[in-house]
C-alpha cells in the first residue's frame, strides 16, 4: 500500500483497543491469522510455510493478488471439522483480545462442502467453537451463510439448503458475496425469498467494485437490511437519502477497500461524505490479517477520517450495536459497556480535546 494511513493519536487508539465493540462485516477464512495458518500448516505440511518467521513474510500484505493467494492457501489448509472448529475458535480468540464482545461471522459453508467437509461436520464444528468461544473469551458469535456469487445460482441453492436444513439456532443472516462484477444481484432474489420466509436477515454484499444500481438491486431484489460495503452510495444522492431516511446500515470497511481498489486512497474514502448524508456507517474490517488490519486499527482510521474524539468513536461503535441482529436486551448491554468504558476515558483524561 502506498497510500498514506490516517492514524488517531496514541491516547485515542489505546481508548479504542479497550472499548468494547460489536463487529458486522468479517468473514471466518479470512480472518485467519499467520498464527492460526501456522497451525493448520503444522497439520497439513506442504501447503504453506509453518515456520512462523517464514510465515510472517508470507502475511505481510502487499497488493489484492497475494490477498488472493493467501486467501486460497488457507482455504487448501481446512480439510476437515477439527479444521474448522481450529479456525473458527482462533479467529474467536483473536476477536476477544481486541475487546470485540459480540460478532455476526460471516461464513461460505459452500467452499469447505466442496473440499469435501460433510455440512454436518462443518454445522457442529463451528458451533462447537462458537460454544467454546463464549465459555472461554466472553465473546457472542453469530453466523451469516454467504453465496459465493461467482458460482452462480446453483451455489446460491446449496448455500440456501444449508441454512435452511442444517443452520443452527446461532444462524441469523444470509449474504451474497465475492466479484460483484458479472455478478448481478436479481438472480439471487429466490434464494433470499426462501432464506428471508424462514426468519434469516438480509445482508448481501453490494456497490464495493460496482456502481450505485447495484446497491438498489440489493435493496430491492434481495431485500437487503444492511449493505456490505455500499462503498459507491456516494455517486448517487437519492440512494444516500434513501438509505438515510430508511436507516439502512452501511458496512464500511476502510482498509478492504484500498487493498482491493475500490477506493485509491483513504484520503478519497467516502465515510465522511456517508456520515455528512446522515447514513448509518459501522466500522469492519472484513479480512483483516489478510488485508493487514484490524478492527481496532480501522476504527483509528475511521476516527482519523472523521476526526473524532472519545465520544465520537464511542457513537460509532453504539452504531456497530444498533445495526447488529441483537436481541434489545443484548444491545442494551453491549451498550451500557460502551457507555461506562467512555466514562471511565474521561474521568481519566478529562473531556474532549480535539483527536483525543
Ligand atoms: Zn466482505
Redesign the pocket.
Known amino acids: 500500500m502506498t497510500t498514506a494511513v490516517p492514524s488517531p493519536t496514541p491516547q485515542l487508539q489505546s481508548f479504542i483497543d479497550t472499548l468494547p465493540k460489536a463487529e458486522l462485516?468479517v468473514?471466518h477464512v479470512g480472518s485467519a491469522s499467520a498464527r492460526i495458518v501456522a497451525e493448520l500448516a503444522e497439520r497439513h505440511p506442504g501447503v504453506v510455510p509453518s515456520d512462523p518467521a517464514k510465515l510472517a513474510e508470507f502475511y505481510r500484505f502487499t497488493d489484492f493478488d497475494h490477498f488472493i493467494a493467501l486467501y486460497l492457501a488457507t482455504v487448501a489448509l481446512i480439510r476437515t471439522p477439527e479444521d474448522i472448529r481450529l479456525l473458527t475458535y482462533e479467529v474467536a480468540t483473536d476477536m476477544a483480545a481486541q475487546n470485540i464482545r459480540y460478532a455476526e461471522l460471516?461464513c461460505t459453508p459452500h467452499t469447505s462442502v466442496r473440499a469435501g467437509v460433510p455440512i454436518e461436520g462443518y454445522v457442529e464444528a463451528i458451533e462447537d467453537a462458537r460454544v467454546a468461544a463464549e465459555r472461554d473469551h466472553g465473546i457472542v458469535l453469530r453466523w451469516i451463510f454467504d453465496i459465493p456469487g461467482e458460482l452462480g445460482e446453483n451455489s446460491a441453492d446449496q448455500t440456501l439448503r444449508m441454512a435452511l436444513d442444517h443452520g443452527p439456532d446461532a444462524l441469523i443472516g444470509f449474504g451474497l458475496?465475492g466479484p460483484e462484477v458479472g455478478t448481478s444481484r436479481p438472480k439471487f432474489k429466490p434464494a433470499f425469498d426462501l432464506a428471508r420466509a424462514a426468519g434469516l436477515h438480509s445482508v448481501p454484499?453490494a456497490g464495493e467494485t460496482t456502481g450505485p444500481q447495484t446497491i438498489w438491486d440489493a435493496l430491492e431484489s434481495l431485500g437487503a437490511e444492511r449493505i456490505?460495503h455500499g462503498t459507491s452510495a456516494t455517486q448517487d444522492p437519492a440512494l444516500l437519502e434513501y438509505l438515510a431516511q430508511h436507516r439502512i446500515p452501511l458496512e464500511v470497511c476502510p482498509t478492504s477497500n484500498i487493498a482491493t481498489r475500490a477506493v485509491a486512497s483513504y484520503a478519497e474514502h467516502p465515510l465522511r461524505a456517508m456520515v455528512d448524508a446522515g447514513v448509518l456507517v459501522t466500522i469492519n474490517s472484513?479480512d483483516p490479517p489478510m488485508f493487514g488490519t484490524t478492527l481496532n486499527r480501522e476504527y483509528g482510521i475511521a476516527a482519523a477520517l472523521l476526526d473524532l474524539d472519545a465520544a465520537g468513536v464511542a457513537a460509532l461503535a453504539g452504531n456497530a450495536v444498533g445495526a447488529s441482529f441483537l436481541p434489545e436486551a443484548g444491545k442494551r448491554e453491549l451498550m451500557a459497556a460502551i457507555q461506562a468504558r467512555l466514562t471511565e476515558h474521561l474521568a481519566e483524561h478529562g473531556p474532549a480535546t480535539p483527536n483525543g
Request: proline share 0%.
Open positions: 462485516h468473514h460471516t458475496g454484499h456490505g472484513d
